[in-house]
């Protein structure tokens, strides 16, 4: 992604690779996202704050970690987060 750049549009793309390691060919999916400014800036710290190699281990990183999330708010957990001074709050994250 280019810095100059403020928007990304959605693209769906096959792109198969064969001779993966584990005897199977192996597919990935380009996508294209459009983002505000805003969006972008966040992306660009996180990959900087995570020392991520490319915006797209960030948001593999943030898919997993969303799938686990959603996993649990659907057996009932509630999420809450121990600050540093070990005061604990809870944290709504699907309302």
Do not use: W
């Amino acid at each position: 992604m280019h810095r100059g750049h403020h928007h990304r549009r959605f693209r769906g793309e096959e792109t198969i690779t064969p001779g993966d390691p584990a005897g199977g060919e192996r597919s990935t999916t380009r996508v294209q996202l459009e983002m505000p400014p805003q969006a972008m800036d966040r992306l660009q710290r996180l990959k900087e704050r995570t020392e991520a190699a490319s915006y797209a281990e960030v948001i593999r990183n943030a898919l997993r970690l969303f799938e686990a999330l959603v996993e649990e708010h659907a057996k009932g957990a509630e999420f809450a987060l121990r600050r540093t001074d070990g005061e604990t709050v809870a944290y709504k994250i699907f309302v």
